[in-house]
């Protein structure tokens, strides 16, 4: 259990750090208000022509009396939004780690910097091009892996008692998981790790991951408060992985995470 604490350590010294660098976090904002504007625009067009989409793909219908018709394609238009506005939630921050790629990036790198002993951090020699390939194709991976993860958990929430208690549960330490995943993989694909091996990484300290990413999914699940703590989650991930991989912080920083109760990396 205490690597669960460690972890949300890290999360926490990571909003420390964006509120130390205020020109770091007001970049590091502008990819998620980008993310949630386009999102917000998308789900606003679908609430005001959503029935008539319903109405175009059930040419059926057209001769049903009323009320049925009304009832049909009003219930299936409330489906299409309720699934649209789950697939934004589970797709939010793969949308703004893939937007705001140079952003993160940067930022990941200069977190890197400012906490290593000798102020330099790890650097990538692939070009932009490639970094945004791999981080797409990676994401889209990482998205199929949560919705199977994600159908196998809806199946089981149909159980009695077991449904409505143990499987939310389930569900959020699988979200927390992953959601650490995608935002370690900025700082850990600059370092070359694909990603099988920052799986099996993440796999072999699962409660730093998890101590990491539940209460960061609890927060995300209002997209605005997504916004303000993104920055603050890269650099925490960026933490996360000098932690995973056992690379050294300065002393100032070193004296910092002692004092918060976080064993100093050596």
Do not use: N
């Amino acid at each position: 259990m205490r690597d669960f604490g460690v972890g949300f350590r890290h999360l926490l010294a990571g909003q420390r750090w964006v509120g130390r660098h205020g020109r770091q976090y007001g970049f590091g904002l502008l990819p998620g208000l980008i993310t949630l504007v386009l999102y917000t625009v998308a789900l606003v067009a679908l609430a005001l022509w959503g029935t008539d989409a319903v109405s175009w793909a059930t040419p059926f219908a057209d001769d049903w009396s009323s009320p049925w018709q009304g009832v049909f394609r009003g219930f299936l238009a409330v489906v299409l939004f309720a699934l649209a506005l789950l697939l934004a939630v589970l797709t939010f921050t793969a949308a703004t780690l893939l937007i705001g790629q140079p952003f993160y990036e940067s930022l990941s790198e200069r977190t890197d910097a400012d906490v290593s002993p000798d102020g330099t951090a790890p650097s990538s020699d692939r070009p932009m091009w490639r970094e945004l390939w791999i981080s797409a194709r990676d994401s889209l991976r990482i998205l199929l892996r949560a919705c199977v993860w994600g159908v196998l958990l809806f199946a089981l929430g149909f159980l009695p008692v077991v449904g409505q208690t143990v499987v939310p549960v389930i569900g959020f330490f699988v979200t927390g998981f992953f959601l650490t995943e995608e935002l370690a993989a900025v700082a850990l694909q600059r370092r070359g790790v694909d990603l099988r091996a920052r799986l099996t990484l993440l796999r072999s300290r699962k409660m730093l991951a998890w101590g990491f990413g539940v209460p960061l999914g609890l927060a995300f699940l209002v997209p605005v408060v997504a916004v303000f703590l993104m920055p603050g989650a890269v650099a925490g991930a960026t933490l996360l992985t000098r932690d995973l991989l056992g690379e050294p912080l300065a002393e100032e920083e070193a004296e910092e995470q002692s004092e918060s109760g976080r064993p100093i990396t050596a």
